[in-house]
């Protein structure tokens, strides 16, 4: 009966051995090629490859952290366009691999589906993001609210479209192939967009959650490296041999110490604190308001400890200085198996780089590996820690109901304040 029925399935087109031998066995990813800039090249040749990888990645670094300020300076709309543009970079680089990877079987539509869903997710949570931040705007074209009313039924009318496209490119004796791409897309649209999402609801928070956990990242980057290239003599993990417990260690304290400190500076103005917010008569981003508690600064008990050290009983600091520590300290500690990860995947793929975009560090993929594990968690921290509850978008939502429902909350509002005391005692409107 066994072998009756799976000749049944070789003849109705199911794995045959033909597609077992090319769905196992991944190619090997050619690696990028060296494309450091001949002028270090040249400034460079002398040093040993140790010494020279050193100056290259130090050199480009600086470059990337001036052009960070930059951005920051240009202002918050500047910022989310450079989010997207790393989002689609990182997405493209991580196609490319599973193209490459599987070049020679000329997959049907792999590239043209994998864009075509990127542009889905992004629609819808971009749509989303329009919605709770613009609604005056959304409002008041027509066009806009018809497009938000319908927002998710016009995503998931894409998607499926999509789904159904995918379905027609399905090919005998590729099926496997097929459908491992289909997946390969979609953790990859999990991986980025939805991370890259989170990093502009937390800039909408204010500025300073943008720009203190990506700085406490690169400064555990730098500093890990820096210990472990001095000092480092203690293998970490087997997925990446160069990472040492020395460069672990060091990075933490050396972390934790900066997101103190560039936290206190940061924390005294109001362009990195207040939330950014649209302003409708301008129609332009504002980022002005007065600093709630968090960004002011207040006396703290120094323990007993550090008081015999110091000499110091009370010391000033801003409430966020605290919540620092805890980004800080998942930047050291857990920020890093972003990496780890990331490692874990190229040695898969047996690659040294997502790609060759920035010589010394690799692709964009490889500088944000850890990036979009720290947005994860500044979002939940935020939800979990310091966001309450929106007085602005819940009247954006009361102003979206009907008359009749309006009238019904504002009678219940009514009565719940002057049973508490809070209203004079007035005949209710129906």
Not at 274 to 289: A, L, M, Y
Not at 320 to 341: D, E, M, N, R, T
Request: net charge neutral; with cysteine; aromatic share 16%.
């Amino acid at each position: 009966m066994g072998s009756e029925a799976e000749d049944k399935i070789e003849k109705d087109g199911g794995a045959s051995d033909s597609e077992c031998k090319a769905d196992t066995g991944v190619p090997e990813v050619p690696p990028p090629a060296d494309d450091t800039p001949e002028v270090l090249n040249k400034a460079l040749s002398g040093l040993s490859s140790r010494w020279k990888n050193w100056w290259v990645r130090g050199i480009l670094t600086l470059a990337m952290i001036a052009f960070f300020f930059l951005i920051i300076y240009l202002g918050p709309m500047v910022l989310m366009m450079i989010v997207l543009c790393v989002q689609i970079k990182c997405f493209h680089e991580i196609i490319t691999i599973g193209y490459s990877v599987y070049h020679s079987y000329h997959l049907p539509w792999f590239r043209t589906l994998s864009w075509y869903f990127l542009l889905c997710v992004n629609y819808f949570f971009y749509g989303e993001t329009v919605t709770d931040y613009f609604f005056t705007l959304v409002q008041r074209e027509e066009p806009l609210r018809i497009l938000s009313k319908y927002h998710r039924f016009i995503s998931f009318a894409l998607y499926l479209s999509g789904f159904c496209m995918f379905v027609l490119s399905l090919v005998k004796k590729h099926y496997r192939l097929q459908f491992y791409m289909f997946g390969w897309t979609h953790v990859t649209l999990l991986i980025v967009v939805t991370q890259s999402h989170l990093i502009i609801h937390n800039l909408f928070e204010g500025m300073i959650w943008f720009i203190v956990p990506i700085s406490c990242v690169i400064c555990n980057d730098i500093m890990a490296y820096m210990f472990g290239f001095f000092f480092g003599r203690t293998p970490l993990i087997k997925l990446s041999p160069k990472k040492t417990w020395e460069g672990f260690i060091g990075g933490f304290f050396s972390t934790v110490v900066f997101g103190i400190l560039f936290s206190y500076l940061m924390a005294g103005y109001r362009y990195f604190v207040c939330p950014v917010e649209f302003s409708n008569d301008s129609n332009s981003f504002t980022v002005d308001c007065e600093p709630s508690e968090l960004f002011q600064l207040q006396d703290y008990t120094l323990p007993s400890v550090l008081e015999s050290i110091t000499g110091w009983t009370t010391v000033k600091l801003y409430p966020f200085q605290i919540h620092s520590i805890a980004l800080s300290a998942f930047a050291s500690i857990v920020g890093p198996f972003g990496g780890f990860f990331a490692s874990g995947f190229k040695r898969a793929f047996k690659i040294k780089d997502f790609a060759n975009t920035i010589p010394g560090h690799g692709g964009i993929m490889d500088r944000f590996d850890c990036q979009y594990l720290m947005a994860t968690f500044v979002n939940v921290y935020i939800a979990s820690f310091i966001r309450g509850p929106n007085p602005t978008k819940v009247i954006q939502q009361l102003l979206a109901l009907r008359p009749d429902q309006q009238l019904h909350i504002y009678n219940s509002l009514k009565a719940h304040l002057t049973e508490r005391g809070l209203l004079a005692n007035e005949v209710v409107i129906f």
